[in-house]
């Protein structure tokens, strides 16, 4: 671990009633004024945010939580079935050992959908939620529309049975070549970001290489559907949690009370959401990549980014409050690719001085 933290960046671990948690932190300059808690996403760990913990104000106390199955966190089994509760319950309970009380939130990708989740646990202890090309309220894929009409019962097409087994198995061993498509370096490059030359472009294949792989983490299980492409979403493991009957929180989030302030922040060329994501196995079969797609009456491609801004729209229309910022040259990771613009946005969320 040592060799991938950052100067200023400490590493501990925290056992609570659920789990032992890898937690990275930049502890504040004197008296915290506020303390953020930050949630990666899927395939990644908290070693992605070291950059933009470094580049908070000295009063903020950021705090960084691995996931169940990620990082330094322990290897558990992942019930899908509760969407991404076993996720969000997990980073509470850190939350609660810590002592932290009331902390300002921000979720990257999948992280997104789980501080969505945290939020409905405890509204009265989000100070603001951040959203960082979060998955969209109603899942990752499966669905169409802005109000993310199921395009069938058992969300076929997405979960577990989508992952590309070749992928999983680099993870699993480690591989830190560019050579093939399918090696994990190449997915950062090509899909998690838009610019290159990143001199921690180590540390970020190490992040993701953290991942523990099976039925009951990453990608998890599938079960045959009649419904094209010919297989549906598992119970088990954290593709799973994210397939359209797993995660549905769209109207739970608008009904909620309180409503913590919102700040969505997404890049334009997002590879991995966005209303045309080659992840989404439709936009695959209507490009020809996947043989037998039905047709979009039947199959059709979900529209990421307009679920996620209607569904805040509905937010706001309900006394919430939110603000959309879109970065014109970021990817998936606005983070890294636009870190001053992503840090200078974060910080007028959290309502302190700059640096």
């Known amino acids: 671990m040592t060799d991938t933290l950052f100067d200023g960046i400490t590493?501990?671990?925290?056992?609570?009633?659920?789990?032992?948690?890898g937690v990275l932190e930049r502890p504040a300059d004197g008296e915290p004024a506020t303390t953020l808690v930050l949630v990666h996403g899927n395939v990644s760990s908290s070693l992605f945010f070291q950059p933009t913990m470094l580049a908070l104000p000295a009063p903020v106390r950021a705090i960084a939580i691995d996931l169940r199955g990620f990082g330094d966190s322990e290897t558990l089994p992942v019930d899908a079935t509760r969407g991404l509760a076993d996720f969000a319950d997990d980073v509470w309970s850190v939350i609660d050992e810590l002592g932290l009380g009331e902390v300002h939130l921000l979720g990257w990708s999948m992280g997104g959908g789980v501080v969505m989740q945290m939020m409905l646990d405890r509204p009265g202890d989000v100070l603001s939620a951040t959203l960082e090309a979060p998955v969209s309220p109603y899942g990752f894929g499966g669905t169409h529309g802005a109000d993310g009409v199921r395009n069938d019962e058992d969300g076929a097409g997405t979960g577990g049975g989508g992952a590309n087994p070749d992928f999983v198995a680099r993870l699993a061993a480690g591989d830190t070549s560019a050579e093939e498509q399918t090696s994990p370096r190449t997915v950062y490059r090509t899909a998690y970001v838009t610019k290159t030359g990143d001199p921690h472009e180590d540390v970020w294949v190490a992040s993701m290489l953290t991942t523990r792989t099976g039925e009951d983490n990453y990608p998890g299980?599938?079960?045959?559907?009649?419904?094209?492409?010919?297989f549906a979403a598992g119970t088990r493991g954290v593709l799973n949690t994210m397939a359209p009957q797993h995660f549905r929180i769209a109207d739970a989030l608008v009904a909620l009370e309180p409503k913590p302030p919102i700040l969505w922040i997404h890049g334009d060329k997002d590879a991995i959401v966005g209303d045309n994501s080659f992840f989404d196995l439709n936009v695959l079969g209507a490009a020809g990549v996947i043989p037998g797609w039905p047709g979009a009456e039947v199959a059709p491609p979900q529209p990421m980014v307009t679920q996620t801004r209607a569904v805040l729209e509905r937010y706001a229309a309900a006394g919430g409050e939110y603000r959309e910022v879109a970065l014109p040259e970021a990817g998936h990771g606005p983070h890294l690719d636009e870190p001053e613009r992503f840090v200078a946005e974060l910080v007028q969320r959290l309502g302190v001085p700059a640096s």
């Not at 299980?221 to 010919?230: K, L, R, T």
Request: hydrophobic share 35%.
């Open 11 to 21: 590493a501990h671990r925290v056992t609570t009633p659920r789990l032992t948690a």
């Open 221 to 230: 299980d599938a079960v045959p559907s009649e419904n094209w492409p010919g």
